[in-house]
């Protein structure tokens, strides 16, 4: 059986979100994995290239430089066009996994359930371990008003713990930026692979951001996280809402009828999502912060799709 072992020089803090039976649900959640998938080859996935491969896949149209060792005399003989042939090659799949650390995020915690930002580190570790143990390339990318740069991708189970401490590290703040920070990704990545963008999804550029990705051959997936007080705020009377990102604040008088106006807007809001995904076939996935993070990584990966 696989098993996670911290180092024997590593601190061990009793607030930590990585502790022990974080890491034992980790596990859990590896051997899982490896029986929904048994059978299947890890790590792997097919792209067309040109030159040498497993098999024929396509043509592309000749351009000056490429070699011209790969040009399909065939065709040309038939339709005179220089015409490169391209192949099913094998290579490592690259994910990436956006997490939100906007301010907005660092709302939410209650009794028996974590800030956003503390669910969202747990759902992020937890994609980062199954890629990890199935030998893809790993990236863990912070965004907020911008996209954090990250480090080098990582790759083997053994780099899971410098994704924790990194993870530990990171503070919710600043404003969201989502369709700015996943088109720099786009931009910088060269390497298309899954994207996996754990949000809580209230900036309006959600949308805009999830095409740029599909238009760049990415392939998005949606993870929401929302707190209870999001979906059912419970306050009445003369109140102060203050805007988490902004600081803006406003006096309201808080009546049912307001909170049901409320209720209404966020629904809305959610359907908003739910039919865009559903137009650009963007696996979405959401949860509210008092659902255990195991749950919906099951969710994720019995889907279909994250895991190759």
């Known amino acids: 059986m696989t098993r996670i072992t911290l180092p024997p020089d590593a601190p061990r803090r009793t607030d930590d979100p990585f502790d022990d039976a974080f890491l034992r649900k ?37 351009q000056p430089g490429d070699d011209v060792r790969y040009l399909d005399w065939a065709v040309y003989g038939r339709l005179e066009r220089l015409l490169l042939r391209l192949f099913e090659e094998e290579e ?20 028996g359930a974590p800030a956003k930002i503390d669910f969202g580190k747990r759902v992020a570790a937890a994609l980062c371990y199954l890629g990890l143990a199935n030998l893809d390339r790993v990236s863990i990318l912070p965004f907020a008003a911008a996209l954090s740069p990250g480090g080098a991708p990582a790759r083997g189970r053994a780099r899971i713990f410098g994704i924790l401490d990194t993870l530990r590290a990171i503070e919710a703040g600043e404003t ?45 997936y949606a993870i929401q996280v929302l707190a ?36 209404r807007a966020h629904a809305a809001h959610l359907s908003a999502i739910d039919a865009h995904c559903r137009r650009a076939a963007v696996p979405l996935f959401r949860t509210e912060t008092h659902v255990p993070f195991e749950d919906l990584i099951l969710r994720v990966f019995r889907a279909g799709g994250f895991l190759r």
């Not at 980790?26 to 996935?45: C, D, N």
């Open 26 to 62: 980790l596990e859990y959640l590896h051997i899982v994995s490896r029986k929904v998938f048994a059978g299947r080859t890890r790590a792997e996935r097919r792209a067309k290239r040109i030159g040498s491969g497993i098999e024929f896949a396509d043509h592309r149209d000749y």
């Open 176 to 220: 969201t930026a989502l369709m700015q920070s996943l088109a720099t990704l786009a931009k910088q990545r060269r390497r298309p692979g899954l994207v996996a963008v754990v949000s809580d999804f209230y900036d309006p550029g959600f949308a805009e951001g999830l095409n740029v990705l599909r238009y760049h051959r990415f392939e998005p």
């Open 228 to 263: 209870r007080a999001d979906l059912l705020p419970d306050a009445l009377g003369d109140v102060e809402i203050v805007d988490a990102e902004t600081g803006e604040a406003r006096p309201v008088r808080l009546t049912p009828r307001v909170l049901d106006e409320y209720r």
């Open 92 to 111: 490592d799949l690259s994910i990436y996994i956006l997490l939100d650390t906007s301010a907005s995020m660092a709302t939410g915690a209650d009794v």
